[in-house]
């Protein structure tokens, strides 16, 4: 009668190469984009080299570096990232549209409609929303009073800018508008609570804060703080720790295996199966 171990000895074997093949992928070290540090859940990508699965981090946190290696970008789009905070799991970010010198007379749009929102990214109540004033009837100014400042600029029609309080992206702050259309983007709150509407461009420039959950991305300080390195599954679409001895763990490398009521402190799995196959072939 054939012994049982050596009937498992095809599984053993798969997992044996399956295992291997995950102790020997590539190493994600940080990449640099400007003076920035991208590490998981960010990682650097391009239009030509697509995820892999697995990647080095999640797929909505995919940076291209443009201008020369000095701005980088949500996976090409109109927002810039401009700083990341790994601590606080937020980054500040910018929209091209308006962060120019003439941004203010292409601010009648909703940038929240720019970032998938519902995905992994929310908007900071760190944030305070700057208002755009247009297209006012009869070419009425709105409401004077020191909140309002004329942003026309070089625009080619009037524009007025409100700083107002604390921005809720689905939810426009209330403000007497004068007959005018108006839209309202995110900027930094710790700039604009010493500055006026007058700063309008400065504040376009310095951008707003997006913070994300750890829950969408997964536990990366756990998992670096056993040894490990942060991954995701793109198939899979889900957080994976690889450990140092090429064990695919949940999120973290810490703890032990058990195998026949025998413990094998920080033992792989590739080792564990190693060991079956060896067993199975002297017994």
């Not at 859940?41 to 909505?60: A, D, I, R």
């Not at 500055?195 to 991305?217: C, H, I, P, Q």
Request: proline fraction near 6%; aromatic fraction near 10%; charged fraction near 15%.
């Amino acid at each position: 009668m054939r012994r049982p171990t050596l009937l498992l000895l095809p599984l053993l074997v798969s997992l044996l190469l399956q295992f291997h093949g995950h102790a020997s992928a590539e190493d994600c070290e940080p990449a640099a984009c400007g003076n920035l540090t991208l590490s998981y859940p960010f990682w650097l990508g391009s239009s030509t080299n697509p995820p892999s699965s697995p990647s080095c981090g999640h797929p909505g946190f995919e940076v291209w570096c443009g201008d020369g290696g000095r701005e980088a970008s949500l996976k090409g789009s109109s927002i810039h990232v401009l700083g990341i905070d790994y601590t606080n799991n937020s980054f500040v970010a910018s929209h091209s549209r308006v962060a120019g010198d003439d941004g203010v007379c292409q601010a009648d749009f909703n940038v929240s409609s720019s970032i998938a929102l519902s995905l992994q990214f929310t908007f900071s109540p760190q944030n305070r929303a700057l208002c755009f004033l247009y297209h006012c009837r009869n070419g009425t100014a709105p409401s004077s009073g020191p909140e309002y400042a004329n942003a026309t600029a070089n625009c080619s029609s009037p524009i007025y800018a409100y700083l107002a309080g604390p921005y809720y992206w689905d939810t426009p702050p209330e403000i007497a508008t004068g007959g005018c259309t108006y839209a309202y983007m995110p900027v930094l709150g710790s700039e604009a609570a010493v500055m006026t509407a007058a700063n309008y461009s400065r504040l376009l420039k310095d951008g707003f804060v997006l913070d994300w959950e750890v829950a969408s991305v997964g536990d990366c300080r756990t998992c670096n703080a056993s040894g490990g390195q942060c991954r995701y599954d793109n198939d899979a679409a889900e957080f994976w720790c690889l450990c140092p001895d090429g064990r695919r763990a949940g999120s973290t490398c810490a703890g032990l295996h058990v195998l026949r009521g025998v413990t094998y402190p920080h033992l792989s799995l590739f080792s564990l199966i190693s060991s079956l196959l060896f067993n199975s072939l002297m017994n």
